[in-house]
Structure formats: C-alpha cells, structure tokens
C-alpha cells in the first residue's frame, strides 16, 4: 500500500489543523493505521493509532483530548485532527500501516510496515 500525507502547515499556538493520508494498492480496511512525529535529531514518536476494525482509537498522553484520529473507508483516507496545538508539536508528521493489532504494537513504530513521506508541521509561539 502507499501512503502520501498532506495538510501541513504553518499554525499559531492554539490552532488546528488536519492532516490527511491517502492510500492507494491493497484494500485500505485491512490495515491498521497510525500517525507518528518526529523532530529532527530525535526518535520518532507515536501520536495515534486506530485497528483496522475500527473500535476504540490509542493517543500518546499529551495529545489525549486534543488530537483525533478517524477514517474514511469510501474515500481510502485517515485523518488526524490536531486542536489547541502548542509549539511543542512543531515536528514531521507521518502516517503508517500495519497487518498487525493491539495498542502494544500499534503505538510502537517498528511494526508499521508501509509508511508515507511525511508532512511538516510547525507551530509558532
């Protein structure tokens, strides 16, 4: 499957913005889906996760009640809607898939398998 990432940009300290994926290749329902961050010159973080059966969705702690992920199945399309952004999320976004389930393995990037070019994201003070 290949993933391409959009919807970054250049936002205020408490704005939002929304990031897409696509996805095109195999059937998008069969994947588990996440969205991962990274700054430069560290590791990648996880930011959140949804199964490919749908159900209840992971977030890393500090993006609890403030990211959402969703999914598009008509549309082979996830979603991660960020809300009350602080500067501190100033980072390249990156959407993955995975075959596999689980929080465990779902927040943890070494088992996504197919991943996007990422998308920067940078928010001002």
């Known amino acids: 499957v290949q993933l391409q990432a959009s919807g970054g940009g250049l936002v205020q300290a408490g704005g939002s913005l929304r990031l897409s994926c696509s996805a095109s290749?195999?059937?998008?329902?069969?994947?588990?889906m996440g969205w991962f961050r990274q700054v430069p010159g560290k590791e990648r973080d996880f930011v959140a996760a949804?199964?490919?059966?749908?159900?209840?969705?992971y977030y890393a702690d500090s993006m609890k009640g403030r990211f959402s992920i969703s999914r598009d199945g008509s549309r082979n399309i996830i979603y991660l809607q960020m809300n009350s952004l602080k500067p501190e999320d100033t980072a390249v976004y990156y959407c993955?898939?995975?075959?596999?389930?689980?929080?465990?393995?779902?927040?943890?990037?070494?088992?996504?398998?197919?991943w996007g070019q990422g998308t920067l994201v940078t928010v001002s003070s």
């Open positions: 993955a898939a995975t075959n596999v389930g689980g929080e465990l393995l779902l927040t943890t990037d070494r088992y996504y398998y197919y």
């Open positions: 290749g195999r059937p998008f329902t069969r994947y588990s």
């Open positions: 949804m199964e490919a059966s749908g159900g209840r969705p």
